[in-house]
């Protein structure tokens, strides 16, 4: 669907009680100038995504290849790095890649998992070759793409690049996502690093790690949710529903389903008992259970929301937030 479709179909009158244009085109711009705004906004933000994974990919790339780097005491938050590292790296490269081609960019992401460990096992880095870490960022890959996948198909048919482009599309809204990110970095990772240190932990980068980490995860996905109630005021983006009371009943069910499927999954990776050569490993992946915990229920929420989207289209219901 082109970018002139799909604005006619999802964007509403500004100024209210405004009258459409003879051309049916509800911005009350013609045609030409909706298709030329909807497609640099696009364009603008497919740029910035790239931007993005170009420099978020350079310095994971170097950190994980640095010669005998390493965070002295902080082994068991590895898997925990591993996993938000490479989801990060995943969800960049969908939003990164042409139009439809997000799939090809999440098994991009994927086999570089596998790329960027078993080049650690070069002899000049001083580094080993981890299959719980490839594992571990495989699983975050994994998650990126199930929330990614379940995402973009909860906005009206031929609207997401719209719905995207009003979200990334602008410098200050990635300042405003930054700026968010930032904020739950000091808040929540400030309160989870004294809360740690109170309790007898070392007050030192070690135990910030995770932290700061798990904060920073946090502040993501506030972001991306503000950033689209923000994009979809702007646009005036029809938005159905349904059984909202109901389907919300769902959400930690599925996050149940998908907590024990990754604690079932651990144990029968590592077998029982555990070997004494992946005691740690075994441990970090523990670590990684309150990280891989919120991820699925955030992706639980997606697909209930989705769910209920579908039932409203199903039924016709529909509402026009920017009323």
């Known amino acids: ?27 009350g711009l013609s045609p030409a100038i909706s298709t030329a705004i909807s497609t640099a ?13 170009v420099a978020y990919l350079v310095p994971i790339t170097v950190l994980t290849h640095w010669p005998r780097f390493g965070i002295a005491g902080a082994g068991m938050v590895d898997k925990f790095v591993h996993f938000v590292a490479f989801g990060a790296l995943a969800w960049l490269a969908m939003h990164a890649a ?18 960027d460990e078993i080049t650690q096992a070069l002899e000049i880095l001083g580094r080993t070759f981890s299959l719980a870490d490839m594992v571990a960022g495989w699983i975050g890959v994994a998650m990126a793409g199930a929330i990614y996948w379940t995402r973009s198909r909860r906005a009206p048919r031929g609207s997401r690049a719209t719905l995207d482009g009003a979200m990334y599309g602008e410098g200050a809204s990635w300042l405003r996502a930054a700026l968010v990110v930032l904020a739950s ?20 980068f070690p135990t910030a790690v995770y932290p700061i980490g798990f904060a920073a995860l946090v502040g993501l996905v506030l972001a991306t949710a503000l950033g689209e109630l923000r994009a979809v005021r702007q646009t005036g983006l029809a938005v ?7 389907a ?10 998908l907590f024990a499927t990754y604690l079932v999954f651990v144990r029968v990776f590592f077998g029982e008992p555990i070997p004494e050569e992946s005691r740690v490993d075994h441990e970090g992946f523990l670590v990684l259970r309150e990280g891989f915990l919120f991820v699925s229920v955030v992706l639980a929420f997606e697909l209930v929301r989705h769910w209920a989207i579908w039932c409203g289209r199903e039924s016709g219901e529909t509402r026009n937030p920017s009323r």
């Open 1 to 27: 669907m082109s970018a002139e479709r799909a604005l006619q179909d999802v964007a509403a009158p500004r100024a209210a009680g405004g009258t459409e244009k003879s051309t049916g085109n509800s911005t």
């Open 41 to 53: 906004i696009s364009a603008s933000a497919s740029r910035a995504w790239r931007i993005a994974l």
């Open 185 to 204: 970095v000091v808040v929540v990772g400030g309160a989870m690093f004294a809360a740690r240190v109170q309790s007898g932990a070392t007050a030192g």
């Open 98 to 115: 042409p139009r439809g081609r997000a799939l090809f960019a999440w098994i991009a992401a994927a086999a570089w998992v596998y790329v």
């Open 248 to 257: 919300l009943g769902a959400v930690p069910v599925l996050a149940g389903v």
């Open 240 to 246: 159905k529903k349904r059984a909202w009371p109901i």
